[in-house]
Each structure stands twice: as structure tokens, then as C-alpha cells.
């Protein structure tokens, strides 16, 4: 009876979708970080480009800034899984100036499994927390289509349905 209670605990759990915390993330040397971001950026070697990655995050760890440099170098060196979790920890942090950038190389990408549950788990943070309306609607509209592949169409409708300033449809003509 005990290991059945666990077993649907554990079901339950899976199958519900919890956000992933977004917060600010604060640069040690914002100046200094973004001056290795520009250096990342003007890099003409392989070396220098992980240099300039090296000293954006030594300046700023855990920046949405340090994330899409480190995302570029993983998608420069062919590493995906890198590229999905850096976009995912730029997007986490809500001083991101480039997050719709940032959402649509997100939806861009291919996911494992794992990756869609982190992925759909952090556009649910997005369409509840985040304080961009148009970052809320885009990511509300990136979840729907997850969902929509997924087959879950009520879902799918519900986060279309909230998108605001959407128009009615209306036929013109015979």
C-alpha cells in the first residue's frame, strides 16, 4: 500500500508543471562584464572567445549577459545541451535586456525530454512572473505550442485565450 502511495505521489508530480524561480542576478563589474561580452563578440580566434566567455562570467556569474555568451561559445563548439541550459539561466534572470532574443533561440532549439519539461516549467515562470508583457506573450505563445504537440488542446487554447490585444475574428465580404 506504501509503495503505491509513493508510486502515485511520483505521478502526480511529474505530470504537474512548477516554474522555475526567476530573479535578478546582479553583475560584480557591470562595466568590466560588459567590456568581455564586446571582446567575446570582436574575438577572432577559438581562444579568445573563450577568454572573453571566461571573464563576462568572472564578472558577472549567473547574468543573463554571462548566460548568452556562454550560450554562444556552446553553440559555436556544437555543445546543445549547453546552448538549452544557458538560454534557460539567461531567461531565469529578470535583468535579461535580451529576453525575447533569447526566447525565440530557446524555440528554435531541439529538446530531450528533460530539457522540454525545464524548458515548459520555465515559460510557465515567464507567462505568471515575468514583468514584459511582451515577453509574457511570447513565451505564453512558445508554451502553447509546446502544449499543442503535446496534445493537450485546452491548454493550448487557454494560453492563447490570455495572450491580451489579440482581434476578433470577423469575415468581410458574401
Keep these: 500500500m506504501r509503495l503505491l502511495a509513493v508510486v502515485s505521489v511520483a505521478l502526480v508530480a511529474g505530470c504537474a508543471t512548477v516554474p522555475l524561480p526567476l530573479s535578478k542576478v546582479a553583475a560584480v563589474d557591470e562595466a568590466k562584464q560588459r567590456q568581455a561580452a564586446e571582446a567575446f ?52 534572470d529578470l535583468d535579461d535586456d535580451a529576453a525575447l532574443l533569447h526566447l525565440h533561440q530557446l524555440a528554435l532549439m531541439e529538446f530531450t525530454w528533460a530539457e522540454r519539461a525545464k524548458v515548459e516549467s520555465l515559460y510557465t515562470a515567464l507567462v505568471e512572473k515575468h514583468p514584459d508583457a511582451f515577453v509574457r506573450a511570447a513565451a505564453s505563445s512558445h508554451l502553447a505550442m509546446m502544449k499543442s504537440s503535446a496534445g493537450d488542446f485546452q491548454a493550448r487554447d487557454a494560453l492563447i485565450n490570455g495572450i491580451p490585444g489579440q482581434l476578433t475574428l470577423a469575415w468581410a465580404g458574401t
Excluded: F, K
Excluded at 566567455?53 to 548566460?67: I, R
Excluded at 541550459?85 to 539567461?90: E, M, Q, R
Design 41 to 92: 563578440y570582436r574575438a577572432e580566434t577559438p581562444q579568445q572567445l573563450r577568454e572573453a566567455a571566461a571573464q563576462t562570467e568572472a564578472a558577472g556569474p549567473g547574468t543573463a549577459l554571462s548566460h548568452e555568451v556562454a550560450a554562444r561559445l556552446a553553440q559555436l563548439e556544437g555543445r546543445d545541451a549547453d546552448v538549452v541550459a544557458h538560454l534557460i539561466g539567461a531567461l531565469s
